[in-house]
Each structure stands twice: as C-alpha cells, then as structure tokens.
C-alpha cells in the first residue's frame, strides 16, 4: 500500500479513498499497522536539508579570480624573501575572507519553518478508540478528527464535514474561509478549488469534521513547497553579478599587464627576480583590494539604513538589488490589501447604504447619498439578522480588535457596531434557540432566535441561496412587498462587478422551537444584502503610484478569484476597466514561450498555486526583467526564494515566506517597498561612488610600474607601500562615500538595465583620465626629485603622497558623478570630512614617523615638496571637473 500523489484524492469518493489506503472510518488503524506505515513512510515532518559547512564557506570565500591574483603575489612575495610584503597580502586577503565569511553566516532555515507550521499534536482514531496524539506519528490511513481552533496536521480527504471551515490564506491564497465537503470533485480540480480536502499547515475556524489521512510529511502540498524550495537555487544578485563580469575583465587586464612587463624587462636584461618582484607590484597596484570590504560596508549601511524604514534586510546583496528592479510580483491577500473583510455596502428597504472605514476596528459610519443614516426600520432590520445569525466574535485588547471565528462574519458584526448595534446586548436580548450550521453544500445558515417573545427564523448566505426561498422583501416602511427578483440580482451583480462578496439575509415565522430544513425552504422574506470586500491599502495605492512613476511594474499574483483579484488591482492602479487576468487554469495550459508573452501584457494572476508562481517570476527572469517577489504565506516561498529578491511580510506573514525571503517588511506595508526601492537606488549610487574613486589609483599604480619596467627606471614604489595606499585610502576615503545622502532625482530615474555593466563609458574614461594625470604626476615627480638629488626613499615618498592626495582631490568630485560636488551640501556627510582628516594624519606618520620609515621605505620631505604634490592634487580636481562640465553641455543640461 502506497498514497497516492496528493493530487488525486479529491476526485475519488471516501469510500474508495478508505480502501485505497486500507482503513476504515470506524476503526482506523491498529497500533502495529501505524508502527509498520511509520517505518515505511517516515515520521510526520519535513527535515531541512543540510547546508553548506562552515569550512566549506570559508574556503568558498577565496574562490574570487582577483583573491587568486593576490594570493600569488603574496607567494611570489615569500618566495623572493620579501616577508612584510608578503604578510600584507595574506594579511589583506584574511580580513576579506573573514568579512564574507561572516555575512554569510546565517544558514537558511525555511524548511524548520516548514516543520514547525504543521500542528504538535491531534485526535486520531486508533484500534477504534479516540486518542491524542503527536502529529509527527501520522501516517497514510490514520484518522483523524478537527474542531474549531485546530490546525491541520497533515494532508486529510474529509468524509464527515460539519459546517467545517478552513482558512487557506497561507497555502492558497484564497482570503476567506473555504466552506468544506465530503463529495468527490473533478479530477481538473485546482488547489483552491479541493472543497473535500484540508490540507497541513491550514487553520479550521468552524464546524467539525473527520479527515483520512492521504499524505504526511514531505508528501502533503506543504511538502511539495519545501521540496520546491530544495531545487530552487538562489539567484545572484544584479550586482554580483555585475562584479563577477568586472573581476573577471580585471583578472584578464592585470595578468596581461603582468606579462607584458615582466616580459619587456626579461628581454632587456633585467634579473628575473626583479622582475617578478616588478610583476608583483604591478598586480597588487591594479588590484582594488578595498574593493570586496567597501561592497560589504556600503551594502550594511543600506541594511542599516532600511532597518530604520521598516525593511529588514537577510542578505546583503539584496540591498542593491531592489535599486534595479523592474518588476514586482505582490500577493493580494495581506499584502496590497488588509486582509480583513470589511463591509461596504447595504441594501435595505430598496436603498443603498455606504459603509466607511477598514478593518475590524468599528470605527466608520453608514451613510445614503452622502448623508449620515441612522440605524432603524429595515437598515436595522438587515444589521440585526447579520449579527444574531451569527458565530463570530469581536473583541479589544491592548488598542486592537481581534476576532474569533469566521472572518466574513465578523465583518458583520462590525457594521453593526458602526450603526452602533452591540452584537452582546443584541445576542442577550435575543437568545438562540435552534440552527442549521452552514453547510458549503446549502450555502446558507439558519438559525432560530427568540425576538419580542416570538421565534423567528433568521437566514444568511449566497444570494443564489436564498432568493428562491424568499416570497418577499421588506420594503421602506418596513412592510414585507412583493419581491421582485430581477431587481434585487441586478443590484447584486453590480456589487459584484465592484469586487463585492454579497451575502443575503431573510428571515421568516415558526410556531415551534425546534428548527429544520423545511422551515426555511421557502415563504422567507428578504431582509437586504450585504456586500464586503478585503479592502486595499490605501499606502499600497500611494506606493504602487511611486514605483510606477519610478519605472518599476507592479503584478499582482493571487490564489483569490480572478473578478475579486481584477476589481482590487483597478482600485489601486494596476488594471484598466479592459484589462484582463490570467487564472491558474490557463497558466497551466501555457508553455514557457507563451506564458512569457503573457506576462509582458497581463498585470493580474488569479488563482495561482505554488508552481505556477514559480513559473511566472521565471518567465518574468527570462524576459530580462530583475523581479522582487512580495508575499506572506506558505505558498509564496519557493517564488520568493527564486525571484532576484524576496521580500516578505514581517507581522502577518509565515515564518516560511520569511525565512525564503531576502527582506522582510516589518509593519506588513506595501509602501515600505518604495523606501526600500530608493535605498537600494542610493546604495548602488554609492557603491558606484567608491568604484569610480579607487579604480583610478589602481590604473594610476599600475602604469606607474609598467611605465618604470618599460623605461628601465627603478621602480616609483615598492608593493608594500601600494597596499598602503590602498587599504588606508579605501578604509578612510572611499568608506566615506558609503555614507552619502540618496540624490534627490533617485527616483525619478528608470531602473537600471539588467545587464548594463557598472561603468558606462563616461565613467570609463574618467577613469582613464584620473589614471593617467596621476601616472604624469607620481612618474614625474618621483624623476624630478631623483634628478634633484634626493635619496630613493624621499623620492618614493614624494610619489605616495601624489597618489593619496590626489585620491584626496578626487573625492571630492565623486561626491556628485554628474554634477558639481557642492550640489550635495558641504557638510551633508560629516564622514567624508572625518575620513579626510585622518587620512592627512596617517599620512604624516607615514612621512615624519621613525618607526613607519623603517617598515615602508619612507622618508621625511620638505616644504617644497609639499607644495607641488598639493598643486598635483589641485590639477586632478580642476580636470575632472572640467571633464564633467564638458560631459553636461554635451548632453544639453
């Protein structure tokens, strides 16, 4: 005996579902049979997988192609016995290693979320005896019974349902309670749509039901996410991707430099060691060894930064990735709406009334025609059958309303408090004297209430339901008239084309106290309708507006209906009054070809499983699009995980979409996006920044060795004093561009291209440019003062100097890459000045300092010295500056 794939239990009867799995709804299984299947099938719970070892991510940290570079130089290094030199290196290439190392140190844990989202324990039937049980000893054919309250522990083909109701948000995303039942369904029956199932990890908020275990374990839908969770490789982000592309493009261009000067020098005559001595410097020099800690810092300022607007950032890189994203993919239920039903409109006594506020705070007012109404005749009528049929529950504690039960019915209890109706003195005054729960079968509740010393007969449901039962229809007066059917469908299926769920309420006389079927079956008077939605966010509204203006397409992706879905997206922007949406039935039909030309046309996806998320944020990737992926539930997990970046709903949503996530929101807010959308855009800006500032010193150090092997020159400096200038620089100059404030047009800019490389061809050759007059001025300045007679080390000294104040005059300008540096406020950012003035101090003990002379080959200088590595500084920012003004007038601005 084996369970069948999940899928196939919802189109068999129970009957056959009980023989396929060898049990018996009576009895259930024996101990030793369960002992047997627990062996066979495993225990009740899904296992992570394990990850990477600690070791394994830290050697994984040196697999870089410029680590390579540099962990050869620092063994050339020790080869030619040039042991500060070569401590250095491995010293630079550790504190990298280890930066790394640690940001990547938080293992992922979806799969324990997974786990813990399946309940602890459960009643199972067992040797024909009820008992309690743990979940994780569920097997195939167990059975098992729920109540209100219960979480499902495994995945059930129910045979008895009474007025069960389940909540499948998180596994569906349907954002009501689904009505359950015992008949078989067609086989082409979607997730959502499996009204004879209940699945793990999903909540019964009503009714009571007997369920046979079909699947446990990683065999239920929960497990098919986690193992969709297993294949699904998390993505690189644009920017290390983009950094892979340049490292590589800078592996090639140093080792060609490398060759080229040992090669040149080796022909001439030169002795090999010095030549690869020379080789060694010309590396390290063209190596932006700051470069992989600026990255990290810069990408944890953003952290910090998004911290303090409510985004919580999981990994590192997915700062930066929000700057370029295209498109979001968002979940409807909870995320761009409140996921509390809410109604908005009555209709009573042939009026329409409108219903303010959201949510289950009863803080809003009933109105007609813009009028304040007031809660009598059959507007009072409607509010009070909603209320005594009725088994929910509304309570404050601590400033908040919570519920109990039935969301759709605690909606109505909260227009009732609106119109100022207490549902418990209500209740009180009208005691309940016999029901007929709801039934997903009959679509309706009945319930028998003592009103003014009489009983009466009160009905709620589907208005297909009770229209045919209902004779008449309480009119203005409150006087039951002829009921005129058309009318009262046509008003409901304009609520309905609104988005609305619309509910009816009838009510009808009975002489005895006992209630059945037949009391209700016809004779009833209609009371009024009432229509309910889960309303949008109007801050999703605000924020979808932003992120479009900003060139960033929103989708929502839902397992709702598809009218539901589409009324909401044209209430908040993202659909048009022609504006279609795809459901799930169709997306399966679709090959990948087809279903990325659907996604390049179609903003709404409706009743959308697990797989076909996936899909749709792959079909997105393959359009070239870089995709963030909102959602709260179980289901969105794998999408999330798959998408460029996940982001995830901190207060409502699962610990599973949290943990699959990158970003987690913590206050469940759409319009956190658009903060962390401009954040990401400042971060890339900045990191940008500090590229285009070191870059230049590192091709300016790199010339400078080729230009001296090339002329047969002693070499300008030493290794050692290159990773001087360069971690030093990077640490105290470059980390101050880090902190700069985001630039006002952030987002008024599209998003980068996916595959635009980080430097545009503007930056490219300012790069060459700061390279160059940096190379004229350290390759000129250290011959001039040879010539002058100075020693080797002074002179030496004199071209460190021109670098780092150049750097220093360099910073300045990339403070604003198009514009001039004074635009950004001189003291907007106090670390850029900090960062300068510790770096003139080092620099001091670097020239004048005893101790440092000895350990980098430097030597104290004059005053005329000074002076002209100052007006080499001064050259470098009047050409750059130029080079930008001339770049603007070029472009018209």
Excluded at 233 to 258: E, G, K, Q
């Amino acid at each position: 005996m084996t369970a069948s794939a999940p899928s196939d239990w919802h189109a068999r009867r129970a009957d056959e579902a009980f023989a396929a799995l060898d049990s018996r709804a009576d009895v259930g299984l024996t101990e030793s049979e369960a002992a047997a299947r627990l062996a066979r099938h495993g225990a009740n719970r899904i296992d992570a997988k394990a990850g990477r070892g600690p070791l394994l991510r830290l050697a994984l940290q040196f697999h870089q192609p410029l680590i390579y570079i540099l962990i050869a130089s620092g063994a050339i290094a020790a080869f030619l016995g040039e042991w500060a030199d070569a401590g250095v290196i491995f010293g630079v290439v550790l504190v990298n290693a280890l930066i790394g190392f640690i940001q990547e140190g938080r293992a992922e844990d979806a799969l324990a979320a997974l786990a813990r989202s399946v309940a602890s324990d459960v009643t199972v039937l067992r040797d024909a005896t009820r008992r309690r049980l743990d979940a994780a000893e569920l097997v195939p054919g167990d059975v098992v019974w729920l109540a209100a309250g219960d979480k499902v522990p495994a995945d059930l083909r129910l045979f008895d349902a009474r007025a069960l109701q389940v909540t499948e948000a998180s596994l569906t995303g349907e954002s009501t309670a689904v009505g359950k039942h015992v008949a078989p369904l067609p086989a082409d029956s979607v997730l959502a749509d499996r009204a004879n199932m209940a699945y793990a990890g999903t909540l019964v908020v009503a009714g009571q039901a007997g369920g046979l275990v079909v699947a446990t374990g990683r065999a239920t839908e929960t497990g098919r996410i986690a193992d969709l969770l297993d294949a699904t490789d998390t993505l690189a982000t644009p920017l290390t991707r983009a950094m892979a592309r340049f490292s590589n493009f800078l592996l090639v261009v140093i080792l060609a430099l490398a060759v080229l000067g040992f090669a040149v020098g080796s022909l001439r005559g030169e002795p090999l060691l010095d030549m690869l001595m020379a080789a060694v410097a010309l590396a390290v020099g063209a190596i932006p060894e700051g470069l992989p800690a600026a990255i990290t810092v810069t990408l944890a300022i953003g952290v910090a930064r998004m911290a303090r607007r409510r985004a919580i950032i999981r990994r590192l890189p997915a700062v930066e990735t929000l700057g370029s994203t295209t498109v979001i993919c968002s979940d409807k239920t909870g995320t761009l709406t409140e996921n509390q039903m809410t109604v908005r409109a009555l209709v009573a006594g042939g009026q329409q009334f409108a219903v303010s506020g959201d949510g289950y705070a009863p803080d809003g007012a009933l109105t007609l025609d813009g009028r304040p109404a007031a809660a009598e005749g059959p507007l009072r009528e409607l509010l009070v059958v909603g209320v005594l049929c009725n088994d929910a529950g509304l309570a404050q504690a601590d400033g908040a309303w919570t519920i109990t039960g039935d969301p759709t019915e605690a909606a109505l209890l909260v227009a009732a408090r609106k119109a100022g109706l207490d549902e418990r003195q209500l209740r009180a005054d009208s005691p309940r004297l016999d029901e007929i729960a709801f039934d997903s079968a009959r679509q309706y509740m009945a319930s028998l209430n003592r009103l003014d010393g009489q009983p009466v007969v009160l009905v709620k449901g589907a208005l297909e339901a009770i229209l045919p039962r209902c004779a008449t229809a309480l009119g203005p007066d409150g006087e039951p008239v002829p009921l005129d059917m058309d009318a009262i469908d046509a008003q409901a299926r304009a609520l309905a084309a609104d988005g609305l769920r619309v509910l009816a309420f009838a009510r009808g006389e009975l002489a005895g106290e006992r209630l059945d079927e037949a009391a209700v079956a016809g004779g009833l008077c209609l009371v009024g309708l009432q229509a309910m939605l889960d309303p949008p966010r109007q801050a999703a509204l605000r924020a979808i507006q932003a992120c479009m203006g900003a060139g960033v397409a929103v989708k929502m992706i839902t397992g709702d209906h598809a009218e539901t879905a589409l009324a909401i997206a044209r209430k908040l922007g993202l659909a048009g009054p022609d504006a279609r949406a795809i459901a799930g039935r169709e997306l399966a039909a679709m090959d990948d070809a087809a279903l990325q030309a659907a996604v390049g046309e179609v903003s709404v996806f409706a009743r959308v499983e697990p797989e076909q998320k996936l899909r749709l944020v792959q079909a997105l990737q393959a359009r070239g699009e870089v995709v963030a992926m909102t959602g709260d539930g179980v289901n969105d997990a794998p999408a999330l995980k798959a998408a460029d970046i996940g982001v995830a709903m901190g207060a409502g949503g699962t610990e599973v979409a949290k943990d699959a996530a990158a970003m987690v929101l913590t206050d469940d807010n759409f319009a956190t996006i658009e903060a962390a959308i401009e954040e990401g855009r400042g971060v890339y800006d900045n990191l940008v920044k500090f590229i285009i500032w070191t870059l230049p010193t590192n091709f300016g150090e790199g010339l400078v060795i080729l230009f001296a092997v090339l002329a047969g020159v002693t070499l300008p400096i030493t290794p050692l004093q290159i990773l001087w200038i360069n971690m030093t620089t990077a640490v105290l100059l470059g980390m101050a561009l880090a902190f700069e404030p985001i630039q006002r047009d952030v987002m008024s800019r599209p998003p980068r291209a996916p595959g635009a490389a980080i430097l545009d061809a503007v930056l490219v050759r300012r790069i060459v440019l700061v390279g160059v007059l940096l190379l004229v001025a350290a390759f000129g300045l250290f011959l001039r003062w040879r010539g002058l007679g100075a020693s080797l080390e002074e002179a030496r000294t004199v071209a460190v100097n021109v670098f780092v104040a150049g750097e220093i005059a360099y910073l300045f300008n990339c403070r604003n890459l198009r514009g001039p540096f004074w635009c950004c406020g001189w003291w907007s950012n106090p670390w850029f000045w900090g960062g300068i003035g510790a770096m003139v101090a080092l620099q001091a003990l670097f020239t004048y300092l005893p101790a440092m002379n000895r350990v980098f080959a430097s030597a104290p200088i004059g005053l005329a010295a000074w002076l002209e590595i100052a007006a080499a500084a001064v050259l470098v920012a009047l050409a750059v500056g130029m080079e930008k003004r001339l770049g603007r007038a070029g472009r018209g601005v």
